[in-house]
């Protein structure tokens, strides 16, 4: 069974930081692309950053130069690194795993969500 736990998210000031953190479960990071993506009220959930098996990041082009999405894969945990925060960027953060096997896509999963509130 597949989990992702998010853990890191709070309230801050704009400005500061925050470290994001995806703990897994029932899945190798490393073998498979994830993401982080979020959620702002009343909007679609959009891609913040992800990072293929390969190790090669991306990111959206308002996170770009803020944020650091990395990889410890002895801990199986993805962490996501937001430094100069914005009101902009207060939604709810989630973590994104899709479970590969050669070319097939066996299944995406989630986690819980983290709640990240930046204050003007």
């Known amino acids: 069974q597949v989990q992702l736990v998010e853990s890191g998210g709070g309230l801050v000031q704009a400005g500061e930081s925050l470290r994001l953190s995806c703990a897994a479960s029932?899945?190798?990071?490393?073998?498979?692309?994830m993401g982080w993506y979020r959620q702002a009220p009343g909007k679609q959930r959009e891609l913040v950053a992800d990072?293929?098996?390969?190790?090669?990041?991306n990111y959206a082009d308002s996170v770009k130069g803020r944020f650091t999405l990395s990889r410890d894969n002895a801990k199986n945990t993805v962490y996501l690194q937001m430094n100069s925060l914005k009101p902009e960027d207060t939604a709810v953060y989630y973590c994104?795993?899709?479970?590969?096997?050669?070319?097939?896509?066996?299944?995406?999963?989630w986690g819980q969500g983290t709640q990240v509130a930046v204050s003007s």
């Open positions: 994104h795993a899709a479970l590969i096997s050669g070319t097939t896509r066996l299944g995406d999963y």
């Open positions: 990072i293929a098996t390969g190790g090669s990041t």
């Open positions: 029932g899945i190798i990071l490393s073998n498979n692309p």
